[in-house]
């Protein structure tokens, strides 16, 4: 049974340029699944979500009888050729071998792959490379913050004298008991409140955030127990906009903002499309992009499409819908029934990536578009899973890409992206760049290219920025 979930597209021929002003010139798109269909609305009314697949299971019924009475009817897709499951499984374990093998046999130094921006005696930022990890792995291969604390890090004197007041800590609560205990710690937190905490910290602890190993871009790093904190609690904060992320990355196909918009106005008599104006254009979710300078580009949008785990394909990220809410309820309780009974569904969570299409160019002759992205929600995977489930992946991605290990399109079949994304690239089309992309050793095109918060100590609002290698 196929998913039959379709995408709501409202649209503004005016955009906000960034100092707020209307520009007739940059248009607007907004993807979203309407309330019907949203899952962080109707997560728990699985009864009402049970009857919505049975009535797509329905529609997909007569949708395939009414395609096989006419199976003589000319099609503009039959050209495009499914990958048989064999081959794709096949391809997915090859791609975490090769994943594998890239991250052991990568040497990782310091000349080679530590980047730094900008350093003081309280944070590191850093321009990643692709292709390393910035943790280090299952198999404790070389990483970033290996790099940056042999470089930045506590000397063997502080780590000795570390240790030793953490011994002395554990030995002074011996004999307490839970309540005094807890009284104590409350009374060195408010302490450590108006005194801030600048002892060095470990190597496991100057990490506060992380880039996957083939995103390239700026990752910072603390020094202190101070900075460290304040850096988690602003990290965390994915929704306020205490931090502001500014990624670039390159497409396949040509992702064509226009032809968007001309499917939603005409289909505006549908309730699932429409085109939105005048005073509403106002309203545009524009905050990820305050202060930025860069207006040379021709269309943006939003995607407001939430996300959950993949139950097919764990750990990988998937679009949620009533359809893989169910699927996802029944494979828990399937596993609870088999003796996993501490086996939870997740709840779907919303996810926000706001977009500005850069321009369309040609990569190795292929083509792609050049984009800018804003996560206004800091979900796992969430660029990457968004820009596959427009019908457009991320160009080299081992994960959302053409063989990768997850669901490609965000989710959803080759069949139902062709029907839901007007300009989706084609099969053939994402064939060809992944032969390139092997033939150059390209790795995903997806960068960091600006990172913006107030800086830990002073408060500040510091901003920095990387240009990618693509």
């Not at 995408?7 to 340029?17: A, E, M």
């Not at 309540?179 to 470990?202: C, G, H, I, L, Y």
């Amino acid at each position: 049974m196929e998913d039959n979930t379709r995408y709501c597209i409202t649209t503004s021929k005016n955009c906000r340029d960034d100092d707020g002003q209307q520009s007739k010139g940059k248009k607007w798109i907004k993807i979203a699944f309407d309330s019907q269909h949203d899952t962080t609305i109707t997560h728990y009314n699985h009864a009402l979500s049970n009857e919505r697949v049975a009535k797509q299971s329905a529609a997909i019924t007569s949708t395939k009888e009414e395609s096989n009475n006419n199976n003589n009817a000319p099609n503009e897709h039959e050209e495009e050729k499914e990958i048989p499951a064999s081959v794709l499984q096949y391809q997915r374990q090859k791609r975490k071998m090769q994943a594998a093998n890239r991250a052991s046999k990568t040497h990782v130094t310091i000349s080679q792959h530590l980047q730094t921006i900008y350093t003081d005696e309280h944070i590191v930022v850093t321009n990643k490379p692709s292709g390393i990890l910035c943790v280090p792995g299952v198999n404790s291969n070389k990483s970033l913050l290996d790099l940056v604390f042999e470089m930045y890090g506590a000397s063997e004197e502080e780590l000795e004298a570390l240790a030793a007041a953490a011994a002395e800590e554990a030995n002074r609560g011996e004999g307490e008991t839970k309540a005094q205990k807890r009284r104590r710690k409350n009374m060195e937190r408010n302490s450590q409140t108006s005194t801030p905490d600048f002892s060095v910290v470990t190597r496991d602890n100057m990490i506060v955030h992380r880039l996957d190993m083939d995103t390239s871009g700026i990752v910072m790093f603390a020094r202190n127990r101070h900075a460290m904190s304040k850096l988690h609690e602003a990290f965390r904060q994915k929704d306020t906009g205490s931090t502001r992320k500014v990624y670039e990355a390159l497409l396949v196909g040509w992702l064509d903002v226009d032809c968007w918009i001309d499917v939603a106005s005409s289909s505006s008599s549908s309730s699932s499309v429409g085109e939105k104006g005048g005073d509403d254009d106002d309203n545009i979710a524009n905050n990820n992009q305050e202060g930025d300078n860069n207006t040379d580009y021709i269309g943006g949008g939003e995607i407001n499409l939430p996300l959950q785990r993949d139950h097919k394909h764990p750990p990988f990220m998937r679009v949620s819908t009533p359809h893989s809410e169910a699927e996802a309820h029944q494979a828990v309780a399937d596993l609870n029934h088999a003796g996993y009974k501490k086996l939870i569904a997740k709840r779907p969570k919303a996810s926000v990536t706001q977009f500005r299409v850069v321009k369309h160019e040609l990569w190795m002759g292929h083509k792609v578009t050049r984009v800018e992205l804003y996560p206004v929600t800091g979900r796992t995977h969430q660029l990457r899973v968004h820009c596959a489930a427009l019908g457009h992946p991320i160009l080299g991605d081992p994960a959302y890409g053409y063989y990768g290990e997850a669901n490609p399109n965000g989710g959803f079949s080759n069949t139902m992206i062709r029907s839901i994304s007007p300009t989706y690239a084609t099969m053939e089309l994402r064939d060809n760049v992944e032969k390139s992309v092997k033939e150059s050793g390209r790795t995903m095109c997806l960068h960091a290219k600006e990172l913006s918060l107030n800086h830990p100590v002073t408060g500040e609002w510091v901003s920095f920025s990387a240009a990618p290698s693509f």
